[in-house]
């Protein structure tokens, strides 16, 4: 059975932990990740009890091969990072944490959020790992509660899961969750 390396283990980490700090550092808010717990998993974890959406992230090795995760955020966090990206007043941002159905300005600035994921993500992964793997946005989706996000991937494949405490600005605490395949399976 093949288990969780340091390497990867700490790469979780170091994503999380950087799209956190660039994505306070874009909305001028507070977005604090921490005690993340991993595991190596053969299926793709849901956002349990609520609207998420997922971040959709490509790992794309120096030989060509493309893996998938993504970083998944209950729907009102997703706002509230769309909102102050958008440079939303916090009483705006706030009203607006209720909503389902997202305008086209909400939409873009969801975009601009996943475009910022990826960019955090593939800072980390290039400090992390000794082999190059690049990591690019491919958009993002809402997804139901309790449904495992759609992504290009062969069930039962090792995938790296992890979930985190999560706050962003005054909002109440949330469980931030990645799924990252298993790339940089060496430790250095």
């Known amino acids: 059975m093949t288990t969780l390396t340091d390497t990867q283990s700490?790469?979780?980490?170091?994503?999380?932990?950087?799209?956190?700090?660039?994505?306070?550092?874009?909305?001028?808010?507070?977005f604090v990740v921490q005690d993340v717990t991993s595991e190596l998993a053969s299926a793709r974890i849901a956002g349990e009890g609520s609207v998420h959406?997922?971040?959709?992230?490509?790992?794309?090795?120096?030989?060509?091969?493309?893996?998938?995760?993504?970083?998944?955020?209950?729907l009102?966090?997703?706002?509230?990072?769309?909102?102050?990206?958008?440079?939303?007043p916090d009483d705006g941002v706030t009203k607006r944490r209720g909503d389902t159905d997202l305008d086209e300005a909400m939409k873009d600035a969801m975009l601009e959020v996943a475009n910022f994921v990826a960019?955090?993500?593939?800072?980390?992964?290039?400090?992390?790992?000794s082999v190059p793997v690049k990591v690019r946005s491919e958009g993002c989706q809402g997804?139901?509660?309790?449904?495992?996000?759609?992504?290009?991937?062969?069930?039962?494949?090792?995938?790296?899961?992890?979930?985190?405490?999560?706050?962003?600005?005054?909002?109440d605490e949330f469980t931030l969750l990645a799924i990252v395949p298993p790339v940089g399976d060496g430790d250095s």
Do not use: Q
């Open 10 to 30: 700490r790469l979780v980490e170091e994503v999380l932990a950087r799209v956190a700090s660039d994505l306070s550092m874009i909305t001028d808010r507070e």
């Open 53 to 74: 959406v997922s971040f959709k992230l490509g790992f794309e090795a120096k030989d060509g091969e493309k893996l998938h995760g993504c970083i998944l955020v209950p």
């Open 76 to 88: 009102p966090e997703a706002i509230s990072l769309a909102g102050f990206l958008m440079m939303m």
């Open 119 to 129: 960019g955090a993500a593939d800072a980390a992964v290039r400090e992390a790992l």
């Open 143 to 171: 997804v139901r509660a309790d449904v495992r996000p759609a992504l290009v991937y062969d069930e039962g494949a090792p995938l790296v899961v992890a979930r985190a405490k999560a706050r962003i600005h005054k909002y």
